[in-house]
């Protein structure tokens, strides 16, 4: 406790400059994730407390952050369209999700899996990240336009035959789960058609319309309806606020100019009496735990999204460990990656209980506390602080606040959320692969294709491929490489090592060195299954170095065997030199150390074999012109 203390003044200040920061940005992506803005102002208040609390980054400033908005985003949008349009009925499925997500990450913390993170590739974060940007500006034109799709009486109203179709579908298979037999029972089926009422397709047909213009590509369907209904006063408010964000940062950037874009633009609304679109009521009161998550337990509901909970963990860790790095590079500290995957997902489990957003750590709010004197664990719990007592004391007044003005802080985001380094490097990237006449950049492939599946058609699923695409791209690449290293070449095409300059001539004919360098894995065993068939006739022994070979997958392994195996038929004497302790664990697993090559076989260095060769082959091919293997 003493420790937290240290450093009072400075975290008060940096805490309570952080709260202010997070708290425009706290409400707009509540707004964009569906919740509404009390589930993002509830998310940053308890991810900041709990996961500063128990983080292992003293300066870290938790909350929600866009990329993980953006996939909350598609997660509630699918629970809501299962659920009738309900997102009251469709919660308690909803914050499960983020509960699971939350208890992953507290898992991964716990086996030690903080500091294997950074090894996801750098083009599917750059792909996932400009995916996030693009899809933030796209699904704010909307509202920055002022138009909502689910008002539009005529949009609407076109959906009607769908929904009339749908609610018919629905008392079919109900009838049928039921064991009625719909075809010999029409009095139940006429019976319950009664349900078709006007008010219920004009009900299901909003939320048809409201569903099919979520996301990317549904808002870009209806833009054009959207500007032939732009509401005038709404998109100045949009432009007002994005005008003051960039604007302000040009006189100074002490004060948050997102706070004072949020305060001017809702201030000027409010005062002259504007008839603008205000955000959702904010609930007043402490917030109150969502106990029907437990309550209502379902597991056939979530277990589509189980998927989805793991992306979240994880997209919540690499945001968070990302932001810790920062934090470390300005304060010249160390963070504790696993410590801080624990806090992480134990802030997001209590933020689901109460109804909020999932989130990571903030790179923006983090850097501005330590700007502002925070370096204590104490900064990110006093955020949290803050973000309560504004909500306690200000909730009614926060709810005041023009839906226009969170879309345009939305739309700042997303272009700042862009990786625009990853951009630009694009025509700079070396061209390694060959499709037909063209010369690609592998990692340029990666990126655009995480980019457009994640924009245009499902975040989660993008980035498993961008990560899968990766892996094989990376796997060929080791594969060549390895071959490349350590084929089979004559002592004329390759020079020697050191310490075989002096084996004797007259054994040339009889003795074939082969160098292995790199990995023995899956992706370079075609090429060194050729061993076998290389070796002229005239070998009577094989020196097989191995102290350049650290690692053997198990493809490798039996590629190995089968060599050896064929080795063994032909009469030939395979020695091995300097295995390693890897591949002769492999080895002695599947009995290839003693079964094909004895121990005494094994020899710890060159000299070693080449003592054995000298006692143990003789010279059969004198007349031949000397030759050998490396």
């Not at 959906?159 to 179709?165: F, I, Q, R």
């Not at 806090?343 to 109460?354: H, R, T, V």
């Not at 160098?515 to 068939?533: C, D, I, V």
Request: aromatic residues 8%.
């Amino acid at each position: 406790m003493k420790n937290l203390f240290s450093n009072f003044k400075g975290d008060l200040f940096g805490g309570v400059t952080a709260g202010i920061v997070a708290l425009p940005l706290a409400l707009a992506f509540g707004v964009s994730s569906g919740l509404g803005p009390s589930a993002g102002l509830y998310g940053a208040i308890f991810i900041s407390f709990f996961a500063a609390l128990f983080g292992g980054t003293n300066t870290q400033i938790s909350g929600p952050t866009a990329p993980m908005t953006a996939v909350s985003m598609v997660i509630i949008a699918g629970i809501i369209a299962i659920n009738d349009g309900s997102v009251e009925q469709a919660l308690p499925a909803i914050l499960t999700v983020f509960l699971l997500g939350g208890l992953i990450q507290i898992g991964l913390g716990f086996m030690g899996l903080g500091k294997y993170i950074r090894y996801i590739p750098y083009p599917v974060v750059s792909g996932f990240m400009t995916a996030i940007g693009v899809i933030i500006i796209i699904t704010q034109i909307l509202p920055t336009l002022g138009y909502y799709p689910k008002d539009d009486a005529e949009f609407v109203n076109s959906y009607k035959p769908k929904a009339e179709e749908l609610i018919l579908q629905n008392i079919l298979k109900e009838e049928a789960g039921e064991g009625i037999l719909v075809l010999e029972n029409f009095e139940e089926t006429i019976k319950r058609s009664g349900e078709i009422t006007e008010e219920n397709i004009a009900k299901e047909a909003k939320t048809l319309a409201s569903s099919d213009t979520k996301g990317a590509l549904g808002a870009l369907m209806v833009i054009p309806r959207a500007l032939q209904n732009i509401n005038w006063l709404e998109l100045a408010l949009a432009l007002a606020t994005i005008l003051i964000i960039y604007g302000f940062k040009k006189i100074t950037t002490t004060i948050p100019s997102t706070l004072v874009a949020l305060l001017v633009v809702s201030g000027v609304a409010f005062g002259f009496g504007l008839n603008y679109r205000p955000i959702e009521t904010i609930p007043g009161g402490f917030p109150i735990p969502r106990l029907e998550i437990f309550t209502q337990f379902k597991l056939g509901s979530i277990t589509p999204y189980i998927f989805s909970s793991v992306t979240l963990a994880l997209l919540g860790a690499i945001d968070s460990l990302l932001t810790s790095v920062v934090a470390d590079n300005m304060t010249k500290t160390k963070h504790n990656p696993n410590k801080e995957l624990v806090g992480q997902g134990i802030g997001n489990s209590i933020g689901a209980i109460f109804g909020g957003l999932p989130g990571a750590g903030a790179t923006i709010r983090t850097v501005v506390n330590i700007n502002s004197g925070g370096k204590t664990k104490l900064s990110g719990m006093i955020a949290g602080i803050l973000l309560l007592f504004i909500l306690l004391a200000l909730g009614p007044i926060a709810s005041q606040i023009p839906a226009a003005v969170l879309a345009g802080i939305l739309i700042t985001v997303g272009t700042s959320v862009m990786d625009y380094k990853g951009l630009k490097a694009i025509p700079s990237l070396p061209k390694d692969i060959k499709i037909g006449p063209l010369k690609l950049s592998s990692e340029v492939i990666v990126m655009l294709v995480v980019m457009l599946l994640s924009t245009f058609w499902n975040l989660v699923y993008a980035v498993g491929i961008g990560l899968v695409i990766a892996s094989l791209m990376f796997m060929k690449k080791m594969g060549d490489l390895t071959a490349e290293r350590s084929d089979v070449k004559s002592l004329e095409e390759e020079e020697a090592w050191a310490d075989e300059l002096d084996f004797p001539k007259n054994l040339k004919e009889e003795v074939f060195i082969k160098h292995l360098k790199g990995p023995l894995f899956f992706g370079s065993t075609s090429e060194f299954q050729a061993l076998a068939n290389q070796i002229p006739k005239t070998a009577s022994t094989v020196i097989i170095r191995m102290d350049r070979m650290q690692y053997m997958d198990q493809s490798g392994l039996y590629t190995l065997e089968d060599i050896l195996i064929d080795l063994k038929k032909s009469n030939i004497n395979v020695l091995f030199v300097d295995v390693l302790k890897q591949p002769r664990y492999m080895m002695e697993r599947v009995d290839v150390i003693p079964d094909l090559i004895p121990e005494e076989h094994i020899f710890e260095t060159f000299n070693e074999s080449l003592k054995w060769i000298k006692n143990n082959v003789k010279d059969t091919y004198k007349s031949k012109e000397s030759h050998s293997l490396t």
